[in-house]
């Protein structure tokens, strides 16, 4: 257990010896060398001014939403904070496997596989009094998938599973493992899967989204066909979660930015899509059909405005930014109370239902950003 008391203890910079300290930079970071696992973290929130503060957790995993705290106010709050190392625990003699995740050199320094719980309080009047980090074990939602899903390291892309942890009571924890990038056979190729199954506990749920690189056949090391390879590797997914007493679930990809002159969307993801669905009935698996709820998102929004929820502008016609990711991390929860019922019971209190056919106005979205931003377009497209 720690506490800090930030009102009393002067900043000081990460210090490696002590473990604890605020990262460098433009933003308020502030990291604790913790060991892998949750973390319940209790903030207390506000200053003698007015304030609102939006907390985000490891990279811009959004945990509170603009909390808001009159001058002179505390408000208490809780969220858990998954941490992960890319070790693993190394095979018996003479078996196969490896010691290590194999990270992408993009990942290498960031704050999702390094030693330390980090803390981010965003927002001009953000302010946090006190901070207590608890050690606990709750049921967790892990996540596999690729770009579209993942905890984006840098503003303006976001993945929908980056959004996940604010919908949840402060109850369970979120383990983003997915990847820019990744397929199916990648994820299990590096060992991303090798890592959520040495982890993952009875009572867990395993999230799975692939499909806009698995249908690449320019990328033959990893392409999967979607009549027979890619329903194959979505058997194994699913019964590898089942053998250790999780529940898998389905997640269909959502649409890239694209219409017809009628203003309908293009599908560019084939039968991909298809096949999920398939084999979700198949095993008995409980489905999020993210691609059928994507494509009335867009068409709601239309072709002027839906660019608005894309990376770099609109010129990304597959990574999402903050907006587009929330939105869609929406539709995954409706699909959650729609066809997970015992992970349902953990969604948040202030959510009413979301109807993708309704979506908020991207002009009226705000979501204060991350210190850490690139131009770099994520991999995978």
Known sequence: MWTFDFET???????????????????????????????????????AKA??????????????????????????????????????????????????????????????????????????????????????????????????????????????GQMLPRFFKPEIAVANHAESGETLKSFLIERRLDKILSRIKPGDWLLIQFGHNDQKTQWPQTYADAATTYRDYLRVYAGEARRRGAAPVFVTSMHRHRFDAAGKVVDTLGDYPKAMR?????????????????????????????????????????????????????????GVRAHVPALAAHLATDLPPFDPARPPSPDTFTLPPSAAASQEAPRGN
């Open 9 to 47: 203890t002067p900043p000081k910079p990460y210090d490696p010896a002590a473990g604890q300290g605020w990262e460098p930079g433009a933003g308020r970071l502030f990291s604790v060398r913790a060991p892998e696992g949750d973390y319940r973290v209790t903030l207390e929130l506000g200053s």
């Open 51 to 160: 304030s609102e503060t939006t907390v985000k957790a490891e990279a811009r995993r959004l945990m509170l939403e603009t909390v808001s705290v009159a001058p002179g106010k505390t408000e208490t709050r809780t969220i858990i904070v998954n941490v992960r190392r890319p070790d693993l625990a190394p095979p018996p003699p003479n078996a196969p496997g490896g010691t290590r995740v194999l990270l992408n050199p993009r990942e290498e320094g960031g704050y999702d596989w390094d030693d330390k719980l980090t803390l981010e309080f965003c927002g001009p009047s953000a302010a946090v009094r006190r901070v207590r980090i608890d050690p606990v074990t709750v049921p967790t939602v892990f996540l596999a998938g690729d770009s579209t899903v993942t905890d984006q390291r840098f503003e303006p892309a976001a993945g929908w």
């Open 278 to 334: 398939e084999t979700a009935r198949e095993l008995g698996v409980p489905l999020i059909d993210l691609h059928a709820m994507s494509a009335t998102l867009y068409e709601a929004l239309g072709p002027k405005s839906a660019w608005k929820a894309f990376n770099d502008g609109g010129k990304d016609l597959t990574h999402h930014n903050n907006y587009g990711a929330y939105q869609l991390a929406r539709c995954v929860v409706e």
